[in-house]
């Protein structure tokens, strides 16, 4: 029997069992392939950028590792993202942050980016089939230092200011091109290693910025704040935190990003979704994977990642939840490294959307917790490896493990000779 029969098989009985769950297989094939993820630009070359302004990553975040194979160039970074999307099912959308920029080998500083600068990208996506979302980038540059929009200094604080109002402008274009909103992301890295004397002073600073930057609306993107629990070297302070993106977002009807690093270990990013929805338009979240700290590890399907999707599906919140990735891991292949995280979001995805809600809420409503409990210890040992096979074979990339020998090979023609 061909690896293809075989997938085929045990696919037929795993849609029985389910089946007799009073879950649609087919159905749920359908509605998986066309959740779009935003696929971050900046695992591909350790968020270097392209701007050629110089200086090395701050802002609180760095990247470990030096394996071979960067992406040196724009043109590097978009044929790495091609072939790792070409190892997962669907049509994605693609996140920059400002420093990629097509600047032509010129000097443009952050106050001075323009639509322009970004038009082959945009063009880029349209040939390729993808969507783009945007970032503003405050780290990695002279006037970083610890504080940005929340700096005391006015020069300093309008030249960030003036630099996020131009990504807004670039996000508006973006999205109008597409023809479909873009989601501009704003974070910043303000903090302090000490606790300040004058915590109140700098939020408040804070305020007033986004006010300011705020003031033009757009009509074809989407503002998402997203917070930060700290960074090295700031890790006692940090302005931008849950509780002020939170306040402001809903005073405002801002969207709130959740980035699954940015909070402590012991807190339930999922738990915090039911609670979003009732009070914010939508949600955007950076998943992550943090290993003791915001150490943005690849993702990978585990615990904290299946909750974070059954508690989507739960809700029934695919519309108003926007699903981006945000790590970066360059002590593996990078384009291995893409695949992997993507994949596991849409495994944890097709875990939540074959769960039996129906039942489950049956059995609560009933009060037989027994049973819903029972249920749900059993569902976790269904075949529903069988049917991730079969999303793969339907939408023709590598089932299994077969994508490693298609990495490794991409790795021997392309990466190895940079």
């Known amino acids: 029997m061909s690896k293809e029969q075989t997938i085929k098989q045990t696919f037929q009985a795993a849609t029985e069992r389910y089946a007799a769950l009073g879950v649609d297989v087919n159905k749920v094939l359908g509605e998986l392939k066309k959740i779009s993820l935003s696929i971050h630009c900046w695992q591909a070359d350790d968020v270097t950028g392209y701007e050629n302004l110089g200086g090395t990553l701050t802002g609180g975040i760095q990247v470990t590792g030096n394996y071979q194979g960067k992406a040196g160039t724009i043109d590097e970074l978009r044929r790495d993202i091609l072939k790792a999307t070409s190892c997962v099912a669907g049509s994605h959308r693609l996140s920059l942050h400002e420093i990629y920029g097509d600047f032509q080998g010129k000097k443009v500083d952050r106050d001075?980016?323009?639509p322009?600068?970004?038009?082959s990208w945009i063009q880029w996506a349209k040939e390729n089939g993808m969507k783009l979302d945007f970032n503003s980038t405050s780290f990695s540059h002279p006037k970083s230092g610890d504080l940005t929009l929340s700096n005391p200094d006015d020069d300093i604080r309008n030249f960030w200011i003036e630099h996020t109002k131009r990504c807004r402008w670039i996000s508006d274009e973006m999205g109008k091109a597409q023809n479909d909103p873009c989601m501009m992301n704003l974070w910043i890295h303000d903090g302090s290693k000490?606790?300040?004397a004058n915590r109140l002073k700098y939020r408040r600073i804070l305020e007033q910025s986004l006010n300011e930057i705020f003031?033009?609306?757009y009509k074809n993107m989407?503002?998402?704040?997203?917070a930060k629990l700290f960074g090295i070297g700031l890790e006692s302070y940090t302005v931008g935190s849950y509780d002020f993106y939170l306040g402001y977002g809903i005073k405002k009807g801002k969207i709130v990003t959740l980035d699954?690093?940015?909070?402590?270990?012991?807190?339930?990013v999922a738990d915090k979704l039911s609670s979003l929805l009732l009070f914010t338009p939508e949600i955007m979240l950076h998943v992550s994977r943090p290993v003791r700290w915001d150490s943005d590890h690849v993702v990978i399907l585990n615990d904290d990642l299946s909750d974070l999707a059954r508690e989507i599906i739960r809700c029934e919140a695919l519309d108003k939840v926007h699903i981006g990735l945000d790590y970066f891991d360059a002590?593996?292949?990078r384009i291995?490294?893409?695949?992997i995280g993507c994949r596991a979001v849409q495994k944890s995805l097709l875990l939540a959307m074959l769960e039996p809600s129906s039942l489950l809420q049956q059995y609560e409503a009933e009060g037989k917790y027994f049973q819903r409990l029972a249920l749900q210890e059993e569902l976790k040992s269904m075949p529903w490896p069988a049917v991730w096979d079969m999303f793969c074979l339907q939408n023709d990339v590598p089932i299994g493990n077969d994508y490693i020998e298609e990495i490794e090979q991409y790795e021997k023609d392309v990466t190895d000779k940079r």
């Open 112 to 114: 001075e980016v323009e």
């Open 116 to 119: 322009a600068h970004f038009a």
């Open 194 to 196: 000490e606790v300040p």
């Open 215 to 217: 003031s033009t609306e």
């Open 222 to 226: 989407c503002d998402c704040i997203e």
């Open 260 to 268: 699954t690093g940015h909070f402590h270990l012991t807190e339930s």
């Open 331 to 333: 002590t593996i292949n």
């Open 336 to 339: 291995g490294a893409y695949v």
